[in-house]
T-cell receptor, first 115, second 110 residues
Framework: EAGVVQSPRYKIIEKKQPVAFWCNPISGHNTLYWYLQNLGQGPELLIRYENEEAVDDSQLPKDRFSAERLKGVDSTLKIQPAELGDSAVYLCASSLSVAGHGELFFGEGSRLTVL | QKEVEQNSGPLSVPEGAIASLNCTYS??????FFWYRQYSGKSPELIMF????GDKEDGRFTAQLNKASQYVSLLIRDSQPSDSATYLCALNSGYSTLTFGKGTMLLVSP
């Protein structure tokens, strides 16, 4: 079974430029998450989707970040414009919404460097 | 605010020893607790989860939960150099969203 797939793995951009990350969850997983991980920190939730609905986006900086999950499968996270402080790893994860205990499975992450 | 506290380490143990990783949390409504392992430059991978008080064993790993003390731990028996990684404690308060601690770095020396 294929795991969570993310792209690109690495992205280097200059500040004020836009950037987008793509995620394909594990087949059949209804719940999709975007987490942000800074160096030396644990992952922090940005947004959670149940199918195509964003059910928790309280931590998403909406002035510059946006996300979508069309058709309830793939998802895209966008930053526009990027700032120096956005340099981090952006992790996508998925889970079965009826898993009971919420086990998350992570993709390899997209490492963003903003110069 | 749900908080998960972990000692950042590093925790250094010799090969073959028992490594004990600890985690405390603030939200008494937390229902499930997870341990993830994260190698440098890699994404977190699930080791095990626990939701009932007591111990849960899986191979060389044992998770321990004490809800009254709001404490969860992970024991790694017969530690190997390949166990050297950052261990993330996470909790689920019932909405399928995990809140993570900052992680404890474990170093196992040969």
């Amino acid at each position: 079974e294929a795991g969570v797939v993310q792209s690109p793995r690495y992205k280097i951009i200059e500040k004020k430029q836009p950037v987008a990350f793509w995620c394909n969850p594990i087949s059949g997983h209804n719940t999709l998450y975007w987490y942000l991980q800074n160096l030396g920190q644990g992952p922090e939730l940005l947004i959670r989707y149940e199918n195509e609905e964003a059910v928790d986006d309280s931590q998403l900086p909406k002035d510059r970040f946006s996300a979508e999950r069309l058709k309830g499968v793939d998802s895209t996270l966008k930053i526009q414009p990027a700032e120096l402080g956005d340099s981090a790893v952006y992790l996508c994860a998925s889970s079965l919404s009826v898993a009971g205990h919420g086990e998350l499975f992570f993709g390899e992450g997209s490492r963003l460097t903003v110069l | 605010q749900k908080e998960v506290e972990q000692n950042s380490g590093p925790l250094s143990v010799p090969e073959g020893a028992i490594a004990s990783l600890n985690c405390t949390y603030s939200d008494r409504g937390s229902q499930s607790f997870f341990w993830y392992r994260q190698y440098s430059g890699k994404s977190p991978e699930l080791i095990m989860f626990i939701y009932s008080n007591g111990d849960k064993e899986d191979g060389r790993f044992t998770a321990q939960l004490n809800k009254a003390s709001q404490y969860v731990s992970l024991l790694i028996r017969d530690s190997q150099p390949s166990d050297s990684a950052t261990y993330l404690c996470a909790l689920n308060s019932g909405y399928s969203t995990l809140t993570f601690g900052k992680g404890t770095m474990l170093l196992v020396s040969p």
